[in-house]
């Protein structure tokens, strides 16, 4: 009879190691800024897959990939966050295991560069799923977080977005977030655990206090290693009116592939409300998708030592990683 840790083993390289990325439901991306883009969001992808090539996991891996694009000021998130109607940066995050539901989130924070690794910390420390702006602050205080001062976390380019937002259109109204940028991560680790973050500075020329999908669990994502784990991206307030999330895991619970359950759900939103964005969704057998009914969406995921990559529709560059 073999011994026992072979069996744990065998179930441990079962499994596909997937991680799945995405930058943002967005408006049209500049030509400009493809290149930049796509270069971050392949680079967070490989930083996710790298960590559970290391044995890390699901929560690992997403809190990993995403800490990637909060420090890249060409993603809406962390450093070169969107600003709101004061010029000032609020931002939110969340992430959840899908191996016992547990989850972390924070809203409305303001002088920390990692939103995400404060969302992991309210998972794992407190008794509590969610804080908000004083208190998460506080928290991020008592953990030792080192403080930024926000003017650090603000760009040139985020200044001129708002500039021309509040020239243009006055108070924020699209059905989806003009050039944004929201991050988010899916990952499958081996031991076959299901995780997803979520990380965003919310929508240009937001009111103070507005807090949007991204920190919500089931509107901005949800893991559940019964089922799959999902980041969403796009118009916040949609999303938490069809817990968009949620709703496209109930579709894969239906019996849907995730090609469908995501376009269910998407169309679900499109349908009621008018309201665009995206997904990534990754399902317990490794089947991942990446979808958007906005104009584009910077994805990138790597399974079997993959990469693959997109921002527009019928658009996927494929690479093989180095092992
Ligand atoms: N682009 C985005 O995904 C924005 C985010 N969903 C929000 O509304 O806060």
């Known amino acids: 009879m073999r011994p026992q840790y072979w069996r744990r083993n065998r179930a441990s390289i079962d499994v596909s190691l997937v991680v799945v990325v995405h930058g943002g439901g967005a408006s049209n991306i500049s030509a400009n800024r493809k290149e930049l883009v796509r270069e971050g969001i392949a680079r967070a992808a490989t930083e996710g897959y790298k960590i559970l090539k290391a044995g890390g996991s699901a929560v690992d891996a997403v809190e990993g990939a995403v800490t990637v694009l909060e420090n890249d000021p060409e993603f809406n998130a962390g450093y070169g966050s969107v600003l709101n109607v004061n010029g000032d940066i609020e931002m939110d995050a969340s992430i959840m295991d899908g191996k016992d539901l547990s989850a972390g989130a924070v809203s409305a924070v303001r002088c920390i560069a990692n939103p995400v690794k404060l969302a992991r910390l309210v998972m794992e420390k407190t008794p509590h799923c969610f804080l908000t702006g004083h208190g998460a602050e506080k928290f991020a205080e008592d953990m030792g977080i080192p403080q930024v001062p926000v003017e650090k976390l603000i760009t040139e380019r985020t200044k001129k977005h708002l500039e021309k937002e509040k020239l243009e259109k006055g108070a924020q109204k699209a059905d989806c977030p003009k050039n944004s940028g929201t991050v988010g991560a899916v990952a499958l680790d081996c031991r076959g655990n299901l995780a997803y973050a979520t990380s965003t500075g919310g929508i240009v020329n937001k009111m103070v206090g507005r807090v949007g999908d991204s920190p919500c669990i089931g509107a901005g994502g949800y893991a559940d290693n019964n ?71 910077p994805w990138a995921a790597v399974k079997n030592g993959k990469l693959q990559a997109g921002i527009d529709l019928c658009e996927t560059k494929t690479r093989d990683l180095p092992c």
């Open 227 to 297: 089922l799959g784990a999902v980041s969403t991206t796009g118009h916040g307030e949609s999303i938490l009116k069809v817990n968009l999330a949620r709703l496209a895991l109930f579709h894969v619970e239906q019996g849907k592939t995730v090609e469908e359950a995501a376009q269910l759900a998407l169309d679900y939103m499109k349908s009621k409300l008018k309201g665009l964005g995206g997904l990534i969704l990754v399902n317990k057998t490794g089947d991942w998708v990446a979808k958007w009914t906005s104009a584009s969406m």
